[in-house]
């Protein structure tokens, strides 16, 4: 099937064209019919499927043909998304594939001026993408309406109810318009969501694209155990032997993901950390340098990096397991988008090896178990001690990348004195930046440390 099939109209095609796309997703092809003809409708589809497009495309299209005058102080289209990164991504799909066409697009987010916001949207925007919070905001300092909404859509309904936005939710549904079309979305359907979908939805023409839990396809999925005091060497030995052209790097918690930065920066590896403790200006700064591949590890909690949709991420490093399957799922889905292949690497520390358990039970795939690499223990012994944590006030990106500039520099004039040809050819930049690190090799042989139970196998499905 080809998008010229869907009976598009000619700017929204153009726009396409224009992106390369030439053929529909499954969740486009299910989708954009339905939605042409104005029914409501539950997705159950994760990021990397093609969503954002299956629900902006068939939209754009009705303000195509049904031009009007945006309302006062309100808009015509309401988008609510889980996280600001998120919101932003979807805005700038709605730019992109609008961009023939002359509508108003405006993000509705915490963590930036309110004033800005209220001024963009004081004579109204034909689509709003918002996180719940702000947007009640708004509405509570009546400088907002959505009482216009002509179409509604409820993204990553999931992760909204992880985050604890159900009562804003249903604030947000009484606001809005009886008469009106809702999209709803969500990577998983369990009773809950179900209900609060019905909430919203009338009769809705429910589409499924990934059934519950199914581990991305195209995805290497291998785990290693190893003790939790020793993941950050793991970690720095995985960098410099995988094949990395761009890697996510989980952690559970905020602090930890500021650790392993720290810790990365110590060994003159640049890395930036995303997560809710940061400013929106650093969050927005360290996604783009992550995008632009200005910066190629991003350490991130599953909150700050859920949606992220960025191409080339070549690896998903758990640097701790998520103990919720479904989490799991999310977040190898960063990689292997668009036709790509990629990797995903986690770090099992004993307390977490049922969490392993039931991620396999859950996607069905057996992990294939990787040993600790032969020079681990000395990897362990010899790590560099963790830059220390900038006092006053936080570092821009922009520092860190100067500091860590700073430390590669340092570091490879020490090897360069060591006298080591390999590394000592890095110092001058060349091919050091394009391709920092060497494919890993794989196998159990000779792993020495204290995981020998580690073994290999193969990852075919149970
Ligand atoms: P999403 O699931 O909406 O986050 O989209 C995942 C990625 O696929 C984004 O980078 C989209 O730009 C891209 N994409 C969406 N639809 C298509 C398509 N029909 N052909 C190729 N790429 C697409």
Known sequence: MEFTDLGLSEPILKALAAKKYANPTPIQQKAIPVLLEGRDLCGIAQTGTGKTAAFA?????????????????????????????????????????????????????????????????????????????????????????????????????DQMMDMGFIHPLKRIAKLLPADRQNLFFSATMPKEIESLAGQFLKDPVKVS??????????????????????????????????????????TRTKH????????????????????GNKSQGQRTTALQAFRQGKVKLLVATDIAARGIDVSGVSHVINFEIPNVPEQYVHRIGRTARAGAEGVAISFVADDERPYLK????????????????????????????????????RQTPAQQTKRADG?????DQQRAQRGSPDKAHRADGEGGDNKPFRRRRRGGGGAVGTHKGAVQRTGAPR
């Open 358 to 393: 039931a991620i396999e039970r859950a996607t069905r795939v057996k992990l294939d178990m990787v040993a600790l690499p032969e020079n681990f223990l000395e990897a362990v012994r010899s790590l560099p001690k963790p830059a220390a944590p900038s006092k006053g006030p």
């Open 256 to 275: 930890g993901a500021d650790r392993v930065v720290r810790f990365l920066e110590g060994a003159g590896i640049q890395a930036f950390a995303i997560h």
């Open 407 to 411: 430390q590669r520099r340092y570091q």
């Open 57 to 157: 495309l068939p939209s754009l299209d009705y303000f195509a043909r049904n031009p009007k005058v945006t309302p006062m102080r309100g808009c015509r289209m309401l988008v609510l998304s889980p996280t600001r990164e998120l919101a932003a991504q979807i805005a700038q799909s709605f730019r992109d594939y609008g961009r023939f066409l002359k509508l108003s697009v405006e993000t509705v987010f915490g963590g930036v001026p309110i004033n800005r916001q209220i001024k963009a949207l004081s004579n109204g925007v034909d689509i709003v993408v918002a996180t719940p919070g702000r947007l009640l905001d708004l509405i509570d300092q009546r400088c907002f309406t959505i009482k216009d909404t002509e179409i509604f859509v409820l993204d990553e309904a």
């Open 209 to 250: 694209v990934a059934p519950q839990s199914t581990t991305a396809e195209r995805v290497r999925q291998q785990a290693t155990f190893v003790n939790q005091a020793e993941k950050q060497a793991l970690l720095h030995i995985t960098l410099e032997q995988e094949e990395i052209d761009r890697a996510l790097i989980f």
